[in-house]
C-alpha cells in the first residue's frame, strides 16, 4: 500500500499535469502570454483547501487581462492576476518581500 506521502506527490503532480495542459492551450491563443502557477501549490506545501493562484502575464496589460479572463472561463485557476509583462519584471525584482517570494517560487506552466 503507497505511503500518505507518495499519495499526495501523485495527486499534486496529475494536478500540475492537468494544469499545464489547459494553460499551454489557453496560452496559445494568446500571443507572448505566459502563465504561471505560484502559492501554497507551486511550493509543494498545498492541502485540501488550498486553492490554484495564477498569473497571467503578457506584453500589454489588456492582453493580459484578456488572457487571465479566458483561465477563469476555463476554471483552471481560482485567483488569478493579470499583469503586463514589464510590470511582472518590476514586481519580482522589486523590494516588496511578497512578490520576490512568488518570482522565486513561481512555475510557469504553459511551456514543458
Do not use: C
Not at 500500500?1 to 495542459?21: I, Y
Not at 511582472?88 to 512555475?107: T, V
Request: zero cysteines.
Amino acid at each position: 500500500m503507497p505511503s500518505l506521502a507518495t499519495l499526495r506527490e501523485q495527486r499534486h503532480g496529475a494536478r500540475l499535469t492537468a494544469l499545464r495542459a489547459g494553460a499551454a492551450a489557453l496560452a496559445a491563443h494568446h500571443p507572448g502570454g505566459e502563465v504561471w502557477l505560484f502559492g501554497s501549490l507551486a511550493r509543494g506545501d498545498w492541502d485540501a483547501y488550498s486553492d490554484v493562484d495564477l498569473l497571467a502575464i503578457a506584453p500589454t496589460q489588456v492582453a493580459a487581462d484578456a488572457l487571465a479572463d479566458a483561465l477563469l472561463d476555463a476554471r483552471l485557476g481560482d485567483d488569478v492576476l493579470a499583469l503586463s509583462q514589464e510590470r511582472w519584471q518590476q514586481l519580482k525584482q522589486g523590494e516588496d518581500p511578497y512578490w520576490r517570494a512568488i518570482g522565486r517560487d513561481a512555475l510557469r506552466l504553459d511551456q514543458p
